[in-house]
């Protein structure tokens, strides 16, 4: 396999993904900015919609969409810890929070916080319905450890967004479960993996 991938961006939680289930597979980075290869290449070229996370599989097929990559990579583990097993209870909560990481949160800060000519009312805006999730994360985190009690690619998801946060100044210190959470993800040893193959951390 091969994961396309920008460092810190959404794809970031496919890339640990891999890594928790063992995956053997090549990264290939991506400048967004450019749309080109580290080698060079047209971005466009390999994926027509420019942006990660692709996934390009043994049969050379290429797949988008990070929700749906993490549950085919949850899937790769025989066990499915990650995820659970298909008509199961863990299943669906684990799919509810990639939809809701999705929906709620990746969509809330991107595109509008990251481009410079998103009005300032938008970005209030913004800003105040992600305030609301964030609070929604806060009273679950405070009754477990993990978005659905054991950790899985949901945490994976939510921990890559969420990191967005700090990366754009917006403050966390009214979510210490959040944080704390944030702290346990971070420390995994397949997190600090990926975050080191992607220059984010030491």
Excluded at 52 to 81: C, F, K, N, T
Excluded at 107 to 129: C, I, M, N, Y
Excluded at 152 to 169: E, H, K, P, Q, R
């Amino acid at each position: 396999m091969k994961l396309y991938y920008a460092p810190g961006a959404c794809s970031l939680a496919v890339h640990i993904a891999l890594r928790e289930v063992g995956a053997t597979f090549d990264l290939v980075k991506v400048d967004l900015a450019h749309h080109t290869t580290e080698a060079g290449a047209n971005f466009f070229d390999i994926s027509p919609r420019g942006y990660v996370p692709l996934l390009e599989l043994s049969d050379a097929s290429r797949h988008s969409e990070g929700a749906a990559l993490l549950q085919y990579v949850a899937d790769l583990d025989p066990a499915q810890a990650l995820i659970g097993r298909p008509g199961s209870r863990e299943r669906l909560a684990v799919v509810q929070w990639l939809t809701f990481i999705s929906t709620e949160l990746h969509k809330g800060f991107s595109p509008w916080l990251w481009h410079k000519e998103t009005a300032d009312s938008t970005r209030q805006t913004v800003k105040a319905r992600l305030a609301t999730r964030f609070a929604e994360m806060e009273a679950v985190l405070s009754q477990r450890d993990y978005l659905v009690g054991s950790y899985s690619v949901a945490d994976a998801y939510g921990f890559t967004i969420m990191n967005w946060a700090n990366l754009l100044g917006i403050p966390l210190t009214a979510y210490p479960q959040v944080q704390a959470w944030m702290a346990r993800v971070a420390a995994r040893p397949q997190v600090q993996a990926a975050l080191r193959a992607e220059g984010l951390a030491s």
